[in-house]
């Protein structure tokens, strides 16, 4: 008896349905509008009181502004929305709480966008700060007493358009929710469930820890590749056995990531994913320690850029996760809760996105944006 008492506990755990969690589709949906609307003001407090050095196009720059805010508005939704799971259940069922879980979007997505806004304010008055009392046709325009007080008016009228712009944005994010809670039928789902023949509702399904590891090592790989094509023409341009060098190397993995995700010959390719990763990775230490023995500037050190740091974290995580597949036994543990593995899918979204836009990729360039004006350092 005390036997069967002690089994049936763990094999009631052993059934248990995993948690739901919130569905991406309504992540997405109010994670991409909220991230337009910000960088919409955030370029148009800039182009009015910014530096002018950062934004002469404004429509390439709301779009990569709009890409690299894109992973921070879907954390702050996917949060935003455990937390109204949490408090009012995955079945949203009085308007009362509808309302309140709209209000909780509106707020937490303004205050994503103000802070970016600010940031982005904060660095145009860095900009500007070194130029007052520049000389102009052998003039200075504001010497002595006069650049405190320029630094300060100039101080005020970007926190005053920071103001100004955060009402905006405030207005704008209650429009957005309500208009997509109006759309969707006066109703947010916060919850994946699927009914069963019985009528019973049950949680999706979880794959194994291995399984998730095994994807995540194949979003780093297809990330790092996606941060290398898009430095590729500016190194044909510059070198270009490099630019040959990034094209074979992005191939090879994209390559790899499709042949993992389809786990053909998988312990065969994971220590080929290692060393796409260590190759790059030795290759970008040596660049930016002593400078390559070779090339169009032999011996010379090069810059560290965002692009290039976020490549290397990229690459790094592809070595560990392939290392941790390749000895399966310490991932045969269930897999993380769905909230677990959307945040580690939108922080790797978040570096992808982040290293690609700060490489100033040639295609926005068809809209007058070259690779300096991103102000996010030089590419690998």
Not at 75 to 96: E, I
Not at 302 to 320: K, M, R, T
Request: charged share 10%; net charge positive.
């Amino acid at each position: 008896m005390s036997t069967l008492s002690t089994f049936k506990p763990s094999r009631a755990r052993a059934h248990s349905p995993a948690r739901p969690g919130v569905p991406w589709g309504t992540v997405a949906t109010l994670a991409v509008g909220m991230s337009c609307t910000s960088a919409f003001w955030l370029v148009a407090l800039a182009g009015a009181v910014g530096s002018p050095e950062r934004y002469q196009t404004p429509f390439a720059t709301w779009v990569m502004m709009s890409i690299a805010l894109l992973p921070v508005y879907g954390a702050g939704v996917l949060g935003t929305l455990m937390l109204a799971k949490r408090w009012f259940g995955p079945k949203l069922r009085w308007p009362s709480t509808v309302l309140a879980t709209g209000l909780l979007l509106i707020v937490s997505g303004t205050l994503v966008g103000i802070a970016a806004i600010a940031a982005s304010s904060a660095y145009d008055y860095s900009l500007q700060v070194p130029h007052i009392g520049s000389t102009m046709a052998g003039m200075a325009s504001c010497t002595g007493d006069c650049i405190p007080k320029e630094k300060h008016d100039i101080f005020a009228l970007h926190v005053r358009g920071v103001q100004l712009v955060s009402q905006k944005l405030l207005l704008t994010n209650a429009v957005l929710v309500f208009w997509m809670i109006a759309m969707w039928g006066g109703r947010i789902k916060l919850s994946r469930l699927s009914r069963r023949d019985d009528g019973a509702v049950d949680a999706s399904a979880h794959g194994s820890l291995a399984n998730d590891v095994r994807l995540l090592l194949v979003g780093m790989v297809a990330g790092a590749a996606l941060i290398h094509v898009a430095i590729i023409p500016e190194h044909l341009a510059e070198w270009p056995a490099a630019g040959m060098f990034f094209i074979a190397l992005t191939a090879a993995e994209l390559v790899v990531a499709g042949l993992v995700l389809a786990r053909f010959r998988e312990r065969a390719l994971l220590p080929a994913a290692i060393a796409l990763s260590v190759v790059p990775l030795v290759a970008w230490l040596w660049s930016r320690t002593v400078g390559l023995p070779f090339g169009p500037e032999p011996g010379v050190a090069e810059a560290v850029g965002v692009p290039d740091v976020l490549a290397c974290i990229l690459e790094i995580g592809v070595i560990l996760a392939a290392l941790a597949l390749l000895k399966p036994g310490r991932l045969s543990r269930p897999a993380p809760s769905a909230h677990v593995q959307g945040l580690v899918a939108l922080t790797v979204i978040g570096v992808v996105s982040i290293g690609f836009v700060a490489t100033g990729p040639s295609w926005f360039d068809a809209f007058g944006v070259a690779a300096s004006h991103t102000g996010m350092g030089m590419p690998r």
